[in-house]
Nanobody, 116 residues
Framework: QVQLVESGGGLVQAGGSLRLSCAAS????????MGWFRQPPGKEREFVAA?????GTTESVKGRFTIARDNAKNTVYLQMNTLKPDDTAVYYC????????????WGQGTQVTVSS
């Protein structure tokens, strides 16, 4: 089992920055892909970014959001810059084994609110 705990959310003005953290416990995350998803109010959950154990990344919000991981600390980060009101959402951390096609483990989510 993997437990994921997000932190770093909050209220920020448009144009500001936040860094979300996701601490994993329960097992080491070698061979696990870590991801960030978000669910805006009244909308479906959507993919934000993912990173492999070796650092390969996929990001949907290019140019503003950057995913990174510290394998020694079992932690993944999401640096969010130039935030917009449309970025307001609950942000979730997730993990999946590299052989799986869906994410197996999810955090409880952290709220990010961007005011205009």
């Amino acid at each position: 089992q993997v437990q994921l705990v997000e932190s770093g959310g909050g209220l920020v003005q448009a144009g500001g920055s936040l860094r979300l953290s996701c601490a994993a416990s329960g097992r080491t995350l070698g061979s696990y892909i870590m991801g960030w998803f978000r669910q805006p109010p009244g909308k479906e959950r959507e993919f934000v970014a993912a990173i492999s154990w070796t650092g390969g990344t996929t990001e949907s919000v290019k140019g503003r959001f950057t995913i990174a991981r510290d394998n020694a600390k079992n932690t993944v980060y999401l640096q969010m810059n130039t935030l917009k009101p449309d970025d307001t959402a609950v942000y979730y951390c997730a993990a999946r084994h590299e052989r799986h096609t869906t994410f197996d483990y999810w955090g409880q989510g952290t709220q990010v609110t961007v005011s205009s």
